[in-house]
């Protein structure tokens, strides 16, 4: 008895000496999972902000490219490609202040009066696009299309016109296309020439 007795204060201390020793490896060791469990969930909401931003990023290109692609038809004098853009029943309003509705309209009055307002010279091209989106499957578009060397209505050639364009774009399946256009002649650029008061 007094053999186990004299022992006894020996082994608790021993057993604190062990617990204070293995108190902070496993604070520090649920410190460590905690950073671990955080660092984890971070890099989820990082990857789905990026998967989230690369398609938004490829939905702004779709839409960019509605306008590219109208500009390149034009040059191309392709009436069937610059409605393909468009919502089967789609609306644009030209430059003049025409208003067409549907593919149909738009093909007759893209065609070959309009066509010969193109040269061989011919440029067009789309700049200073601002993009928004109002939902994830509809956009406003708001660009310049600048086109060169055009037939006027006497038969001269215009060397530049800046036309203000602006379209609403929506998905439909996995596709976009311009539901409603409008295009204005924009004001020509201040220039040396230009009177002030």
Not at 45 to 54: R, T
Not at 158 to 170: D, E, G, K, L, W
Request: hydrophobic share 45%.
């Amino acid at each position: 008895m007094k053999t186990s007795q004299t022992y006894r204060p020996v082994l608790v201390a021993t057993h604190t000496i062990d617990s204070a020793a293995t108190a902070p490896k496993s604070a520090l060791r649920g410190r460590m999972q905690r950073l671990g469990l955080t660092l984890f969930a971070c890099a989820l909401v990082i990857g789905v902000i990026g998967s989230a931003s690369a398609g938004q990023a490829q939905d702004e290109a779709a839409v960019r490219a509605l306008g590219d692609n109208f500009a390149k038809a034009f040059v191309q004098k392709n009436a069937e490609q610059r409605a393909s853009l468009f919502a089967e029943n789609g609306t644009f309003v030209t430059p003049v202040g025409d208003f067409l509705q549907g593919r149909v309209a738009m093909v007759k009055d893209f065609g070959p009066e309009a066509q010969q307002a193109v040269t061989a010279t011919t440029q067009a091209a789309f700049s200073n696009y601002r993009i928004r989106f109002i939902k994830p499957d509809i956009a406003v578009a708001d660009a310049l299309l600048s086109v060169r060397n055009v037939n006027g209505p006497d038969g001269t050639v215009i060397p530049a016109i800046p036309i203000n364009f602006f379209y609403v774009a929506s998905r439909h399946g996995n596709q976009w296309l311009i539901e409603d256009g409008r295009a204005h002649f924009a004001p020509a650029p201040a220039n040396n020439m230009t009177f002030r008061n």
